[in-house]
């Protein structure tokens, strides 16, 4: 996979985990889950793609 091995992979998640901290890695992989999914739909040929917010992500913008 590109080249790297467990090693360097690690060492991506540490830095990773430095810049946004622990807290943010949910919301990011969420984030990065919702642009992958619409992205496949995009290439599908599907016109529509989600872009409103879910229960969850309101709750948060509350707290």
């Known amino acids: 996979m590109f080249g790297f091995g467990m090693p360097e992979l690690?060492?991506?998640?540490v830095i990773v985990m430095v810049v946004f901290g622990a807290g943010k890695l949910p919301e990011i992989g969420s984030?990065?889950?919702?642009?992958?999914k619409n992205?496949?739909?995009?290439?599908?040929?599907k016109d529509?793609?989600?872009i409103k917010p879910t229960k969850d992500d309101e709750a948060k913008k509350e707290r």
């Open 10 to 13: 690690i060492v991506i998640l």
């Open 31 to 36: 984030a990065l889950g919702k642009s992958i």
């Open 39 to 45: 992205f496949k739909r995009a290439s599908d040929g």
């Open 48 to 50: 529509e793609i989600e």
